[in-house]
């Protein structure tokens, strides 16, 4: 499977262009392979994506739920499945408008929701399927943190839920999208969001300690952080962007 950097193009003229800082050749062995690619989503997506056909006749049929985000479920698939490519190049142009099916979701609460129901459905077919590409347990679970999450995320957003799952569900987001924060930036985002729980919540807020001390042992010993030269919220020396989590998935579709 191949992937490629992209110039993103809007109906008023501008342009971004949104690439890796190096050519990346990596097999979904591992949690580092899987953290990167988890990381790398938006350069696989739409007219971005380059599969062998034996390799795509493994994964067929798409699941008839996914109206869109069928993209994610094949390169997600093809990932577990063979050594995949990531070029640097900018190769394509991808108009952002307002018809998008993704993109454009936001401007209405059916919009929503069609959203919230395919990234709940893509993360439910990919947890059934990925098992039986024999990729590592640990890899399938770091691919599929990050979809999950953002299912959770949509249907808090809509329908509510308990305190503490916003809690967790923004806190696993922020620490796959900025792996590489230092220790002082996790503490203010895990602190800026415990007035959200509730003071009567002893059981969350000691969650949340736990969890920032967590993430401060695994700052402190050189952690987390990404792989084969792609740095998190990074730029190039010509501006653009490198696997930035603002592209991980919003650029995808």
Known sequence: MIGHAFIESFDDGTQKQISPSERVRLQMNNVSAATLFRLSRCYFGTSRLALRAEVARKILPVPEALVFEADEYLFTMAAALGPFVLLPDALTHYRVHGGNLF?????????????????AEL???????????CAPQDAVDAMLEIVEAEAAQLRLKLDGGWPWETFQTERTI??????????????????????????????????????????LVQASAGGSGSSAGIRQGRYT????????PTATREAKS
Not at 182 to 211: C, D, E, I, N, Q
Not at 237 to 244: E, P, S
């Open 103 to 119: 993109l454009g979701a936001g401007a209405s609460e059916a919009g929503e929701r069609r959203k919230a129901r395919v990234i």
């Open 123 to 133: 993360a439910q077919a990919l947890r059934v399927a990925l098992p039986a590409t």
């Open 174 to 215: 922020y620490r796959v999208q900025h792996g590489d924060a230092s220790a002082r930036s996790k503490m203010f985002r895990t602190l800026s969001m415990l007035p959200a729980l509730g003071a009567s919540s002893a059981l969350v807020l000691w969650r949340a300690a736990v969890a920032w001390r967590a993430d």
């Open 237 to 244: 020396k010509d501006g653009n962007a490198v696997a930035t």
